[in-house]
Protein backbone atom coordinates (compact mmCIF):
# COMPACT_ATOMS: atom_id res chain seq x y z
CA UNK A 1 0.00 0.00 0.00
CA UNK A 2 1.25 3.41 -0.50
CA UNK A 3 1.28 6.46 2.54
CA UNK A 4 0.92 9.78 1.31
CA UNK A 5 4.06 11.14 2.71
CA UNK A 6 5.57 11.73 -0.34
CA UNK A 7 1.96 13.34 -2.27
CA UNK A 8 2.96 16.83 -2.30
CA UNK A 9 0.14 19.87 -1.39
CA UNK A 10 -2.34 20.87 -3.62
CA UNK A 11 -2.24 24.86 -4.85
CA UNK A 12 -5.60 25.60 -3.17
CA UNK A 13 -4.08 24.16 0.41
CA UNK A 14 -1.34 26.62 -0.40
CA UNK A 15 -3.44 29.81 -0.96
CA UNK A 16 -5.53 29.07 2.05
CA UNK A 17 -2.55 28.93 4.19
CA UNK A 18 -0.89 32.03 3.19
CA UNK A 19 -4.41 34.24 3.66
CA UNK A 20 -4.15 33.03 7.42
CA UNK A 21 -1.00 33.97 7.86
CA UNK A 22 -1.88 37.65 6.29
CA UNK A 23 -4.77 37.68 7.92
CA UNK A 24 -2.76 36.97 11.36
CA UNK A 25 -0.07 39.09 10.83
CA UNK A 26 -2.11 42.24 10.43
CA UNK A 27 -4.45 41.41 13.04
CA UNK A 28 -1.79 41.00 15.83
CA UNK A 29 -0.25 44.52 13.61
CA UNK A 30 -3.73 46.13 14.54
CA UNK A 31 -3.72 45.15 18.02
CA UNK A 32 -0.66 46.37 19.20
CA UNK A 33 -0.50 49.58 17.13
CA UNK A 34 -4.03 50.30 18.47
CA UNK A 35 -3.44 49.48 21.97
CA UNK A 36 0.01 51.45 21.62
CA UNK A 37 -2.10 54.48 20.73
CA UNK A 38 -4.19 54.23 23.73
CA UNK A 39 -1.23 53.99 25.78
CA UNK A 40 0.21 57.20 24.55
CA UNK A 41 -2.71 58.99 24.29
CA UNK A 42 -3.66 58.43 27.69
CA UNK A 43 0.19 58.97 29.28
CA UNK A 44 0.14 62.50 26.89
CA UNK A 45 -3.12 63.56 28.83
CA UNK A 46 -2.06 62.36 32.57
CA UNK A 47 -0.25 65.38 34.42
CA UNK A 48 2.31 64.09 36.57
CA UNK A 49 4.40 65.64 39.48
CA UNK A 50 7.28 65.00 40.33
CA UNK A 51 8.41 66.40 43.84
CA UNK A 52 12.10 66.34 45.23
CA UNK A 53 13.00 64.99 48.26
CA UNK A 54 15.42 68.54 49.09
CA UNK A 55 14.86 72.11 47.66
CA UNK A 56 16.17 75.48 48.18
CA UNK A 57 13.68 78.67 47.23
CA UNK A 58 14.18 82.03 47.60
CA UNK A 59 10.36 83.54 48.09
CA UNK A 60 8.96 83.66 51.29
CA UNK A 61 6.39 81.06 50.31
CA UNK A 62 6.44 77.33 49.47
CA UNK A 63 5.00 77.17 45.64
CA UNK A 64 4.74 73.46 44.25
CA UNK A 65 6.54 74.75 41.25
CA UNK A 66 9.62 75.57 43.29
CA UNK A 67 9.83 71.90 44.81
CA UNK A 68 8.46 70.21 41.82
CA UNK A 69 8.86 69.37 38.30
CA UNK A 70 5.72 69.55 36.56
CA UNK A 71 3.90 68.59 33.43
CA UNK A 72 0.74 68.43 32.18
CA UNK A 73 -1.12 69.34 28.58
CA UNK A 74 -3.17 72.03 29.85
CA UNK A 75 -1.53 75.26 30.54
CA UNK A 76 -3.90 76.56 33.00
CA UNK A 77 -3.49 73.57 35.20
CA UNK A 78 0.34 73.99 34.55
CA UNK A 79 0.27 77.19 35.79
CA UNK A 80 -2.14 76.75 38.37
CA UNK A 81 -0.24 74.23 39.83
CA UNK A 82 3.37 75.81 39.59
CA UNK A 83 1.61 79.02 41.40
CA UNK A 84 -0.02 76.81 44.13
CA UNK A 85 1.11 77.54 47.49
CA UNK A 86 2.23 74.93 49.81
CA UNK A 87 3.04 76.06 53.11
CA UNK A 88 4.68 79.33 54.42
CA UNK A 89 8.33 79.20 53.51
CA UNK A 90 10.98 79.00 56.41
CA UNK A 91 13.16 82.07 57.70
CA UNK A 92 15.79 82.70 55.31
CA UNK A 93 18.74 80.75 56.26
CA UNK A 94 16.39 78.02 57.47
CA UNK A 95 15.11 75.01 56.92
CA UNK A 96 11.52 72.85 57.24
CA UNK A 97 9.86 69.45 56.60
CA UNK A 98 6.56 68.84 55.12
CA UNK A 99 5.36 65.50 54.94
CA UNK A 100 4.11 63.53 52.05
CA UNK A 101 0.23 63.92 52.99
CA UNK A 102 0.35 67.25 53.89
CA UNK A 103 1.33 67.92 50.47
CA UNK A 104 -1.52 65.63 49.24
CA UNK A 105 -4.06 67.77 51.44
CA UNK A 106 -3.34 71.05 49.79
CA UNK A 107 -3.25 69.35 46.36
CA UNK A 108 -6.63 68.30 47.17
CA UNK A 109 -7.66 71.59 48.82
CA UNK A 110 -7.00 73.26 45.05
CA UNK A 111 -9.74 71.07 43.81
CA UNK A 112 -6.80 68.98 42.24
CA UNK A 113 -8.20 65.46 41.02
CA UNK A 114 -4.98 63.19 42.19
CA UNK A 115 -6.96 59.94 40.59
CA UNK A 116 -5.84 61.96 37.34
CA UNK A 117 -2.25 62.84 38.40
CA UNK A 118 0.81 60.46 38.31
CA UNK A 119 2.31 61.78 41.98
CA UNK A 120 5.68 61.10 42.45
CA UNK A 121 6.38 62.12 45.91
CA UNK A 122 8.82 60.87 48.78
CA UNK A 123 7.58 60.63 52.51
CA UNK A 124 8.93 64.24 53.69
CA UNK A 125 10.52 66.89 51.66
CA UNK A 126 12.83 69.16 53.35
CA UNK A 127 13.22 72.77 52.21
CA UNK A 128 15.47 75.78 53.05
CA UNK A 129 15.62 79.37 52.37
CA UNK A 130 18.05 81.07 50.50
CA UNK A 131 19.97 84.38 52.35
CA UNK A 132 22.38 87.09 52.50
CA UNK A 133 24.25 86.85 55.88
CA UNK A 134 24.93 90.60 56.99
CA UNK A 135 28.01 89.99 59.33
CA UNK A 136 29.60 92.23 61.74
CA UNK A 137 32.61 92.99 59.09
CA UNK A 138 30.40 94.41 56.30
CA UNK A 139 28.58 96.54 59.10
CA UNK A 140 31.36 97.73 60.17
CA UNK A 141 32.01 98.76 56.40
CA UNK A 142 29.11 100.64 56.47
CA UNK A 143 29.17 102.76 59.05
CA UNK A 144 32.72 103.88 58.73
CA UNK A 145 32.03 104.86 54.69
CA UNK A 146 28.97 106.82 56.21
CA UNK A 147 31.05 108.34 58.62
CA UNK A 148 33.71 108.95 56.52
CA UNK A 149 31.35 111.02 54.09
CA UNK A 150 29.52 113.03 56.69
CA UNK A 151 33.00 114.83 58.95
CA UNK A 152 33.85 117.33 58.49
CA UNK A 153 36.81 117.65 60.81
CA UNK A 154 40.20 117.18 60.03
CA UNK A 155 41.10 113.56 58.97
CA UNK A 156 44.31 113.34 60.17
CA UNK A 157 43.01 114.49 64.03
CA UNK A 158 40.00 111.72 63.90
CA UNK A 159 39.54 108.30 65.35
CA UNK A 160 36.48 106.35 64.75
CA UNK A 161 36.22 103.22 66.39
CA UNK A 162 33.09 100.69 66.93
CA UNK A 163 32.30 100.10 70.10
CA UNK A 164 29.11 97.53 69.81
CA UNK A 165 27.24 96.43 67.12
CA UNK A 166 23.30 94.55 68.28
CA UNK A 167 23.46 91.59 65.96
CA UNK A 168 24.41 90.03 62.17
CA UNK A 169 21.26 89.52 60.23
CA UNK A 170 19.96 87.10 57.74
CA UNK A 171 17.96 88.90 54.69
CA UNK A 172 16.35 87.24 52.14
CA UNK A 173 18.55 85.61 48.87
CA UNK A 174 17.31 89.19 46.69
CA UNK A 175 18.26 92.83 45.93
CA UNK A 176 17.76 94.92 49.02
CA UNK A 177 19.05 98.32 49.94
CA UNK A 178 20.22 100.15 53.46
CA UNK A 179 20.50 103.35 55.01
CA UNK A 180 22.27 104.57 57.65
CA UNK A 181 19.82 106.75 60.48
CA UNK A 182 21.17 108.89 63.10
CA UNK A 183 19.09 109.94 66.29
CA UNK A 184 16.77 112.35 65.53
CA UNK A 185 18.08 113.78 68.81
CA UNK A 186 21.63 113.58 67.96
CA UNK A 187 23.05 117.31 67.90
CA UNK A 188 26.41 116.37 66.10
CA UNK A 189 28.99 113.15 65.37
CA UNK A 190 30.95 113.99 68.30
CA UNK A 191 31.71 111.13 71.36
CA UNK A 192 29.43 108.21 71.66
CA UNK A 193 27.24 108.17 68.32
CA UNK A 194 24.33 105.75 68.09
CA UNK A 195 23.45 104.34 64.67
CA UNK A 196 20.56 102.15 62.97
CA UNK A 197 21.26 100.60 59.69
CA UNK A 198 17.86 100.06 57.89
CA UNK A 199 17.89 97.19 55.45
CA UNK A 200 14.81 97.57 52.92
CA UNK A 201 14.21 94.16 50.93
CA UNK A 202 11.48 93.69 48.16
CA UNK A 203 8.64 92.64 49.20
CA UNK A 204 9.72 91.91 52.93
CA UNK A 205 9.69 94.09 56.39
CA UNK A 206 12.61 96.23 56.56
CA UNK A 207 15.27 94.51 58.96
CA UNK A 208 17.28 97.13 61.59
CA UNK A 209 20.80 96.56 63.04
CA UNK A 210 21.83 98.96 65.93
CA UNK A 211 25.30 99.88 66.14
CA UNK A 212 27.34 102.26 68.34
CA UNK A 213 30.50 104.51 67.53
CA UNK A 214 33.07 106.29 69.11
CA UNK A 215 34.41 109.19 67.59
CA UNK A 216 37.36 111.02 68.74
CA UNK A 217 38.59 114.11 67.49
CA UNK A 218 41.73 116.09 68.58
CA UNK A 219 42.18 119.64 69.16
CA UNK A 220 44.31 122.00 71.07
CA UNK A 221 43.31 123.32 74.55
CA UNK A 222 44.77 125.91 76.98
CA UNK A 223 44.95 124.33 80.42
CA UNK A 224 46.03 126.27 83.35
CA UNK A 225 49.09 125.29 85.44
CA UNK A 226 49.11 127.79 88.26
CA UNK A 227 46.31 128.57 90.42
CA UNK A 228 44.76 132.28 89.47
CA UNK A 229 42.94 133.99 92.28
CA UNK A 230 39.98 135.93 91.30
CA UNK A 231 40.51 139.31 89.40
CA UNK A 232 44.15 138.37 88.77
CA UNK A 233 46.00 139.21 85.17
CA UNK A 234 46.59 135.93 83.38
CA UNK A 235 50.46 135.06 81.83
CA UNK A 236 51.94 133.38 79.60
CA UNK A 237 53.37 131.35 82.49
CA UNK A 238 50.07 130.23 84.41
CA UNK A 239 49.08 127.82 81.03
CA UNK A 240 50.38 125.15 78.97
CA UNK A 241 48.88 123.98 75.34
CA UNK A 242 47.71 120.61 75.09
CA UNK A 243 45.53 118.47 72.85
CA UNK A 244 42.15 116.17 74.24
CA UNK A 245 39.20 114.80 72.75
CA UNK A 246 36.68 117.30 71.61
CA UNK A 247 33.99 114.89 73.47
CA UNK A 248 35.62 115.49 76.76
CA UNK A 249 35.99 118.93 77.45
CA UNK A 250 33.52 121.83 77.99
CA UNK A 251 32.10 124.54 75.51
CA UNK A 252 33.90 127.81 74.54
CA UNK A 253 37.33 126.23 75.49
CA UNK A 254 40.35 128.29 74.49
CA UNK A 255 42.81 126.53 71.64
CA UNK A 256 45.53 129.50 72.00
CA UNK A 257 47.16 130.97 74.68
CA UNK A 258 47.39 134.39 73.27
CA UNK A 259 44.06 134.54 73.53
CA UNK A 260 44.11 134.54 77.18
CA UNK A 261 47.26 136.63 77.86
CA UNK A 262 46.68 140.16 79.18
CA UNK A 263 42.78 139.22 80.81
CA UNK A 264 41.57 138.44 83.74
CA UNK A 265 40.13 135.89 86.04
CA UNK A 266 36.45 136.42 87.04
CA UNK A 267 36.87 133.32 89.41
CA UNK A 268 39.28 131.33 91.31
CA UNK A 269 40.88 128.85 88.40
CA UNK A 270 42.59 125.74 89.90
CA UNK A 271 45.46 123.86 88.51
CA UNK A 272 44.58 121.51 85.17
CA UNK A 273 41.50 123.32 84.70
CA UNK A 274 40.98 124.12 80.85
CA UNK A 275 40.79 127.46 80.19
CA UNK A 276 37.23 128.78 79.17
CA UNK A 277 35.81 131.94 77.99
CA UNK A 278 33.09 132.48 80.75
CA UNK A 279 36.24 132.60 83.36
CA UNK A 280 37.98 134.99 82.22
CA UNK A 281 37.53 138.51 80.63
CA UNK A 282 39.21 141.48 79.69
CA UNK A 283 40.08 144.32 82.62
CA UNK A 284 38.45 147.10 82.88
CA UNK A 285 40.56 150.21 81.13
CA UNK A 286 38.92 153.03 82.55
CA UNK A 287 38.06 152.86 86.10
CA UNK A 288 35.60 154.50 88.23
CA UNK A 289 36.27 157.80 89.15
CA UNK A 290 39.21 158.36 86.12
CA UNK A 291 38.67 161.67 84.24
CA UNK A 292 37.61 160.92 80.42
CA UNK A 293 37.12 162.97 78.36
CA UNK A 294 33.55 162.78 76.31
CA UNK A 295 33.47 163.09 72.74
CA UNK A 296 30.08 163.65 70.64
CA UNK A 297 30.32 163.76 66.93
CA UNK A 298 27.89 164.11 64.03
CA UNK A 299 29.27 164.78 60.16
CA UNK A 300 31.34 167.37 60.69
CA UNK A 301 30.64 168.72 63.79
CA UNK A 302 32.93 167.32 66.55
CA UNK A 303 32.41 168.32 70.78
CA UNK A 304 34.26 167.62 73.51
CA UNK A 305 34.02 167.81 77.38
CA UNK A 306 35.30 166.36 80.33
CA UNK A 307 33.79 163.37 82.27
CA UNK A 308 34.59 161.37 85.15
CA UNK A 309 33.75 157.98 84.92
CA UNK A 310 31.12 156.11 87.76
CA UNK A 311 31.51 152.60 86.61
CA UNK A 312 34.31 150.31 85.10
CA UNK A 313 34.87 149.74 81.23
CA UNK A 314 36.34 147.32 78.83
CA UNK A 315 37.09 148.69 75.60
CA UNK A 316 33.62 149.08 73.97
CA UNK A 317 31.22 148.59 77.21
CA UNK A 318 29.13 151.39 77.31
CA UNK A 319 29.22 153.07 80.82
CA UNK A 320 27.57 155.90 83.19
CA UNK A 321 29.63 158.78 82.94
CA UNK A 322 28.81 162.48 84.80
CA UNK A 323 29.22 165.36 82.45
CA UNK A 324 31.54 167.76 84.89
CA UNK A 325 30.59 171.16 83.27
CA UNK A 326 26.42 170.14 83.21
CA UNK A 327 26.61 167.70 85.50
CA UNK A 328 24.83 165.33 84.34
CA UNK A 329 24.96 161.84 83.68
CA UNK A 330 25.22 160.28 80.24
CA UNK A 331 26.08 157.25 78.88
CA UNK A 332 28.85 156.49 76.74
CA UNK A 333 30.63 153.86 75.00
CA UNK A 334 34.73 153.27 76.01
CA UNK A 335 37.29 153.85 73.67
CA UNK A 336 40.35 153.66 75.36
CA UNK A 337 41.67 154.57 78.55
CA UNK A 338 41.14 158.51 78.59
CA UNK A 339 37.97 158.68 75.93
CA UNK A 340 34.43 157.69 76.00
CA UNK A 341 32.33 158.75 73.15
CA UNK A 342 28.53 159.09 72.88
CA UNK A 343 26.50 157.18 70.53
CA UNK A 344 23.97 158.93 68.01
Not at 13 to 21: P, T, V
Not at 94 to 103: A, E, P, W
Not at 137 to 153: Q, S
Not at 260 to 276: D, H, Q, S
Amino acid sequence: MQTDQNIPPKHDDIILSGKWFWMTFWTILAIILFSGGQTNAADTNMTSITIHANSVIRSSDVRLGGIADIYSSDPALNQKLQELIIATAPLPGQSRTIDDQYIRLRLQQSNINLAQVKLDIPPSVNVSRKSIDIDRPMIERIVTDYLNKKLTWDRDRTKIKIMSISDNIVLPDKPYTYKVVQPSNQTGLIGMVPLSIVFDVEGEPSRKVWATVRISVSTDVVVVQNPIARNQMISANDLEATRMDMAEIPSGYITDIKDAIGKRAMRPINPGEILRTDIIERPPIVKYNDMVSIIAESGTLRISTLGKAEENGKSGDRIKVLNVDSKKEIYARVVDSKTVRVDF
